[in-house]
Nanobody, 125 residues
């Protein structure tokens, strides 16, 4: 089993930055692809970033491309999401997720095996 704990959320003004962290425990996740999702009230959980086990393969939806960057430090069993140029529409609970596969593959939430409890990000206008 893998436990994921997100941190780094908070309140920031539009145009600001935040860095989210996702610390994994239970087993090493160096061989797992990882992702970040977000969910706003009344909306579905949306994919915002993904990274393959080796770190070379990353993927983003158009809504965050060029503003968000996912990275990982396998030695620390941690994945990060750097968020720049934040907008009010980025406000949501952000979740970290892991797959039991090296390659990212699909980005549907149902394809991820482990989830954190989420961290709130609020962007004020």
């Amino acid at each position: 089993q893998v436990q994921l704990v997100e941190s780094g959320g908070g309140l920031v003004q539009a145009g600001g930055s935040l860095r989210l962290s996702c610390a994994a425990s239970g087993r090493a996740v160096g061989g797992s692809s990882m992702g970040w999702f977000r969910q706003a009230p009344g909306k579905e959980r949306d994919f915002v970033a993904g990274i393959a086990s080796g770190g070379a393969g990353t993927r983003y939806p158009d809504s965050v491309k060029g503003r968000f960057t996912i990275s990982r430090d396998n030695a620390k069993n941690t994945v990060y999401l750097q968020m720049n140029s934040l907008k009010p529409e980025d406000t949501a609970v952000y979740y970290c997720a892991a797959k039991n596969t090296r390659w990212l593959g699909g980005t549907d939430p149902a394809t991820f095996d482990y989830w954190g409890q989420g961290t709130q990000v609020t962007v004020s206008s």
